[in-house]
């Protein structure tokens, strides 16, 4: 139905390189063409650290490499929040309006596989119990969590538990749980107790770098639990 650029961030492809894979399986299956845009850094690191200078040559870069397409598709809230809405101030005030109509054109990919005409016609199915996630840049940058969880539900014979106290940050924050760890883990206990408290086994989100640092304290304090990226839940509903 449309020829979309797939980002898959840096750290995804560092961390959970299957995850492209999974995402392309279920675009394809929408009907999309797909290019592939990875390894790649949205300069958030550096932004978020005070290195503007090394930001912009990051995200300079990034616009450059999808600057043909007029949709990317962004496994990453949290890229999808720094291409639309920091990046393009980096620019002086004739590029900055080039950057920022390039990062216009960025989509998270929840939110774009919600809102797509081919949706209906998947027919996704997966029998189990999941609880969910509300990433911090889904949530308050993006505002996407009810199209989130509006395609979650599309999702026959699966259960989905909302956490209780699901507005609060998991603790992670990119550079802040290396600044502040004690208040870091603090946050991560809560929301293992919330994740406990919900009687699933599986978390989903639609942001690996939550799902890594959660699941990396659920492991340390042996507690049974998977962590799965959207794209790997929709791809398991399509099997």
Known sequence: ???????????????????????????????????????????????????????????RELLRAVRDHDTVVTLSGSCTAMARHYLPDLFPAHRGDAARAIGQRFREFGDYVASHPGLPMLGLRLRGLVAYHDACHARRELGISAAVLGLLARIEDLEVRRLRNEEECCGFGGTFS??????????????????????????????????????????????????????????????
Not at 6 to 17: E, G, I, K, N, S
Not at 22 to 45: I, K
Not at 204 to 209: E, G, Q, Y
């Open 1 to 59: 139905m449309a020829a979309v650029a797939l980002f898959d961030p840096c750290y995804m492809a560092a961390l959970r390189p299957q995850d492209a894979r999974h995402a392309r399986h279920v675009l394809e299956a929408l009907g999309d063409t797909v290019s592939l845009v990875d390894g790649r850094c949205c300069g958030q690191p550096a932004y978020n650290s005070g290195f503007r200078p090394e930001a912009k040559t990051a995200g």
């Open 178 to 239: 290396v600044k502040l760890p004690e208040v870091s883990a603090a946050m991560l206990r809560g929301k293992l107790d919330d994740i406990r408290e919900s009687g699933a086994r599986v978390l989903v989100s639609t942001d690996l770098s939550c799902l890594a640092h959660i699941e990396s304290g659920a492991r340390g304090s042996g507690m049974p639990l998977e962590a799965w990226t959207l794209p790997e839940l929709l791809a398991r509903a399509l099997a």
